[in-house]
């Protein structure tokens, strides 16, 4: 079978041609494009969006060519979480979708959480406190009365392909707006809060059918009509479809791009006093799981890192300096990444020096040393996170996976597995493209019977590097201890 993977991070888009069958899985790239925000001005300042139209584009010329290398059976579309657009009663779409690090969500979840207690929402969603949360975009929007229908990015991109509008429900549980134990729409929530229900487009299931290319569509781009498959549509999801963890292991994943998701998967939400307090999210996975994970800030520090250097006429190559950031010493200076600081986009090397001045440690200066210190806090946030998730559910972790382009990062995945203290097992690169693959090959017609099946092809056909925890616990404990008074070295 061959299948179009279309994976759209929040730094690139790729579309990956798959080919599964029995004992084979492999995906390679046929098209890949940046990805970003654009801020547009207009009257009262400026709006941070992502460039839709473009996006599309790119899919249908990513598309065309996966089937040119060979003839598709079809497609699937996973894609960065909560962002959606609005549709007219016609289907039309009102306005450019607005990029979640858009500052318009300041202050709105405090005002609904005045309203609805934060235990409240987190027992009916599930969800943790992310301040870009849909239903936090969805109050910042400044007229709602023209809009019929919401789309999530991938549904969005789906109705365009296909005629047929729907809410897949992976991304859903993304939304605080659905409600993670009927895994239905939180109907009664979103009156409460003031959001007119009939946004909410019917919810289906990843492995089901969306509908085939628009005929029109499909002879312009002299492709078959091909059948659409939702699948994990959140690119999370889809991510944790391909971690190749051995059946009964206790594992924890990683999921390492612009965001590192960090977490466990269970079978049902865990939705107690101290998950909420740690703010951890139940997410819904690919056959009912769960992701019980945090978001951890990720490579985008790193990143926005380059772009700042290369915005004022410095620029540094990621290859060399992670070369000059592992020759500075470990934990030398470390910050706590998940601080709101880091979200917005802008100059990341001034914040990480003013996190370090602020907590009197030795300032880094140097693009290494700034780079050692991001990496070096990234592990820190891992530790910290991969224990919570074992002490909140009491299950241990004896190995943890990281799949995503971090993968690429072996001074940041040796320095993870010295962190959390177990073995670190890194691959596959491509992990969201994998799992959205076999997730189509199965509502196709292959014999992958549930995400067991699926994690033994992925063992089967792809190398795994293994990373052994280095044995220097004591100075991982005190350089905790240096960000955050509660942990006791
Ligand atoms: P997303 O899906 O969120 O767009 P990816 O999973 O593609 O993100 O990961 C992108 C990140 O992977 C980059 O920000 C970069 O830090 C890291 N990365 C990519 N290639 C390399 C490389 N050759 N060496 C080290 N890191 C890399
Ligand atoms: C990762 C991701 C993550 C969300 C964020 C908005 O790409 O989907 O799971 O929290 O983007």
Not at 277 to 298: H, K, P, Q, S, Y
Not at 391 to 413: A, F, I, K, Q
């Amino acid at each position: 079978m061959r299948l179009a993977a279309v994976d759209l991070g929040a730094s690139s888009g790729r579309v990956m041609a798959g080919t599964v069958g029995p004992g084979v899985l492999s995906v390679q790239e046929v098209h890949r494009f940046a990805n970003g925000g654009v801020r547009v001005a207009h009257a009262g300042g400026s709006t941070l969006h992502w460039d839709i139209l473009g996006l599309y584009r790119e899919l249908l010329t990513g598309v065309q060519a996966a089937h040119k290398a060979g003839a598709l059976d079809g497609l699937g579309i996973d894609s960065w979480a909560v962002d959606y657009g609005l549709l007219d009663a016609s289907g039309a779409l009102l306005g450019n979708p607005v990029n979640y690090r858009d500052a318009r969500t300041e202050g709105v979840a405090e005002r609904v959480l005045e309203s609805v207690p934060a235990r409240e929402l987190f027992d009916v969603t599930g969800l943790q406190q992310l301040p870009f949360n849909t239903l936090y975009q969805l109050l910042a929007e400044r007229d709602l009365s023209a809009a019929e229908t919401m789309l999530l990015i991938p549904d969005l991109l789906n109705y365009w392909l296909t005629g047929v509008r729907g809410a897949e429900r992976t991304n859903a549980s993304t939304t605080q707006l659905y409600d993670v134990r009927s895994r239905e729409w939180a109907v009664d929530l979103a009156t409460r809060v003031g959001i007119p229900p009939r946004l909410l487009p019917p919810l289906r299931d990843p492995g089901t059918v969306v509908g085939t290319l628009l005929p029109d569509l499909a002879a312009e781009l002299a492709l078959p009509e091909l059948p659409v498959v939702a699948v994990g549509s959140h690119d999370t999801a889809s991510a944790v479809v391909g971690v190749p963890a051995e059946p009964g292991a206790n594992f924890a994943y990683i999921s390492s791009g612009t965001w590192s998701l960090v977490g466990l998967e269970l079978d049902e939400p865990e939705l107690g006093d101290a998950a909420l307090a740690a703010n951890f999210t139940n997410e819904g996975g690919v056959d009912g799981t769960i992701r019980f994970l945090r978001n951890v800030m990720g490579l985008w520090v790193l990143s926005e890192s380059l772009r700042t250097w290369e915005a004022q006429g410095t620029p540094v190559a990621l290859p060399s300096v992670l070369a000059q950031a592992a020759e500075v010493p470990a934990l030398s200076a470390v910050v706590d990444i998940d601080a709101p600081v880091f979200l917005p986009p802008g100059d990341m090397p001034s914040r990480i020096r003013q996190a370090c001045a602020e907590t009197g440690q030795r300032v880094p200066e140097t693009p290494g040393e700034i780079v050692r210190c991001v990496l070096d806090s990234l592990a820190l946030a891992y530790r910290r996170t991969v224990r919570q998730a074992s002490e909140l559910t009491g299950r241990p972790v004896d190995v943890v996976h990281v799949v995503g382009g971090g993968v690429r990062n072996e001074l940041l995945c040796q320095l993870t597995a010295d962190a959390c203290g177990v073995p670190v097992l890194a691959g596959p690169v491509e992990a969201a493209a994998l799992g959205n693959v076999l997730v189509q090959a199965r509502a196709l017609g292959a014999d992958l019977p549930d995400l067991a099946a699926m994690r033994a092809l992925i063992r089967d056909t792809h190398e795994l590097r293994r990373y052994e925890p280095s044995g220097r616990e004591a100075d991982w404990a005190l350089a905790a201890a240096r960000i955050d008074p509660k942990v006791v070295a």
